[in-house]
C-alpha cells in the first residue's frame, strides 16, 4: 500500500499577510503525514518591483519576464519569501528545505515558445525527479519549492505556482497516494463570487463542464481547475481547493475534485 502525500499550494494573498501566514504555517506543520509545500510570491514581487522601481507587465494574469524582472523575481522567490517561509516552518519544528526546480535537478523546464504572446523567462515542466523527491522524504525533510525552474542550460525559469505544484503532485503519484491541495483567500469555489458560503463542495468533470456552461467557473479560476484536472486525469487521487483552515481538517466547508 503507498504511503500517503500532501502537496500544498499556498496564494501570494497569504504570503504577504504576515499573520495569515503564521496561521497557513502553524497548520501545516501539524499537518500528519509525508507533505510538499509549493508557493508563489507575485503579490511579494509587484512590492518589490515598485520599491526597486523596476517596470513589470502582467497578461491575463501572467507576468512577462525579462532579464530584470527574472533578477527581482529570483530575489523574491527563491530569496526572501523562500527562506522566510523555510525559517518560520523551523520555528514550526517541522524541518524544511527550501528549494527551486534547479536544486538536485529536482524540476527540469524549458523556457515557453511565443505564440501570441511572448512570456519572456517563462518555463514550462518537463518533469520532476521523483527519486530525489522521495529521498528528501524519507529522510525526515519536508521540501518547500518556490515558483522556479531551470532549463538544464544555466538558465532559470519563472514558472506557475499552480503548474509546479500538479506536476509533483503528478510526478510522484507512482509512488504515493497524493493528495493535492490549492490554498488561497476564498472558502473554495464558489457558485457566487460574492457569497463565500456558497461553496461547491464536490466537482467532478461533468459538474465542471455544467459550470463552465453557466460561466460559474471563469477568470483566474479557470488555470486553476485546468491544473486541477490534469492532476486528477495523471494519478493524483484528489485535488481540494479551500482556504488555509481546510488543512485542518473540520467541518468547515471546501471544495473537493475526482474524477
Given at each position: 500500500?503507498?504511503?500517503?502525500?500532501?502537496?500544498?499550494?499556498?496564494?501570494?494573498?497569504?504570503?504577504?499577510?504576515?499573520?495569515?501566514?503564521?496561521?497557513?504555517?502553524?497548520?501545516?506543520?501539524?499537518?500528519?503525514?509525508?507533505?510538499?509545500?509549493?508557493?508563489?510570491?507575485?503579490?511579494?514581487?509587484?512590492?518589490?518591483?515598485?520599491?526597486?522601481?523596476v517596470a513589470?507587465?502582467?497578461?491575463?494574469?501572467?507576468?512577462?519576464?525579462?532579464?530584470?524582472?527574472?533578477?527581482?523575481?529570483?530575489?523574491?522567490?527563491?530569496?526572501?519569501?523562500?527562506?522566510?517561509?523555510?525559517?518560520?516552518?523551523?520555528?514550526?519544528?517541522?524541518?524544511?528545505?527550501?528549494?527551486?526546480?534547479?536544486?538536485?535537478?529536482?524540476?527540469?523546464?524549458?523556457?515557453?515558445?511565443?505564440?501570441?504572446?511572448?512570456?519572456?523567462?517563462?518555463?514550462?515542466?518537463?518533469?520532476?525527479?521523483?527519486?530525489?523527491?522521495?529521498?528528501?522524504?524519507g529522510s525526515?525533510?519536508?521540501?518547500?519549492?518556490?515558483?522556479?525552474?531551470?532549463?538544464?542550460?544555466?538558465?532559470?525559469?519563472?514558472?506557475?505556482?499552480?503548474?509546479?505544484?500538479?506536476?509533483?503532485?503528478?510526478?510522484?503519484s507512482g509512488?504515493?497516494?497524493?493528495?493535492?491541495?490549492?490554498?488561497?483567500?476564498?472558502?473554495?469555489?464558489?457558485?457566487?463570487?460574492?457569497?463565500?458560503?456558497?461553496?461547491?463542495?464536490?466537482?467532478?468533470?461533468?459538474?465542471?463542464?455544467?459550470?463552465?456552461?453557466?460561466?460559474?467557473?471563469?477568470?483566474?479560476?479557470?488555470?486553476?481547475?485546468?491544473?486541477?484536472?490534469?492532476?486528477?486525469?495523471?494519478?493524483?487521487?484528489?485535488?481540494?481547493?479551500?482556504?488555509?483552515?481546510?488543512?485542518?481538517?473540520?467541518?468547515?466547508?471546501?471544495?473537493?475534485?475526482?474524477?
Amino acid at each position: 500500500m503507498k504511503s500517503s502525500l500532501s502537496i500544498i499550494k499556498i496564494g501570494g494573498n497569504v504570503i504577504g499577510n504576515e499573520s495569515e501566514l503564521a496561521k497557513f504555517l502553524s497548520l501545516f506543520s501539524e499537518l500528519d503525514g509525508l507533505k510538499i509545500l509549493v508557493h508563489g510570491g507575485g503579490n511579494l514581487a509587484t512590492q518589490i518591483f515598485k520599491r526597486m522601481g523596476v517596470a513589470s507587465q502582467m497578461i491575463g494574469g501572467r507576468r512577462v519576464t525579462d532579464k530584470a524582472g527574472l533578477e527581482v523575481i529570483t530575489m523574491v522567490y527563491a530569496g526572501l519569501a523562500n527562506k522566510n517561509i523555510v525559517a518560520k516552518l523551523q520555528a514550526n519544528g517541522c524541518n524544511a528545505i527550501g528549494m527551486s526546480g534547479a536544486d538536485g535537478n529536482a524540476i527540469q523546464a524549458h523556457k515557453r515558445p511565443v505564440k501570441d504572446i511572448d512570456y519572456g523567462f517563462a518555463g514550462d515542466v518537463d518533469g520532476v525527479d521523483a527519486n530525489l523527491l522521495s529521498r528528501l522524504l524519507g529522510s525526515g525533510l519536508t521540501p518547500v519549492f518556490c515558483a522556479m525552474t531551470h532549463d538544464g542550460k544555466g538558465q532559470l525559469l519563472n514558472t506557475n505556482a499552480d503548474t509546479i505544484a500538479s506536476e509533483l503532485a503528478i510526478g510522484l503519484s507512482g509512488m504515493y497516494e497524493t493528495t493535492l491541495y490549492y490554498c488561497f483567500e476564498k472558502n473554495g469555489v464558489l457558485r457566487n463570487i460574492w457569497d463565500e458560503r456558497s461553496v461547491i463542495e464536490h466537482i467532478d468533470p461533468e459538474i465542471y463542464q455544467e459550470l463552465l456552461n453557466q460561466g460559474t467557473i471563469a477568470d483566474g479560476m479557470l488555470p486553476k481547475m485546468t491544473n486541477c484536472f490534469h492532476a486528477l486525469k495523471n494519478g493524483v487521487a484528489k485535488v481540494c481547493i479551500g482556504n488555509t483552515i481546510m488543512l485542518a481538517q473540520n467541518e468547515n466547508p471546501y471544495t473537493t475534485l475526482t474524477l
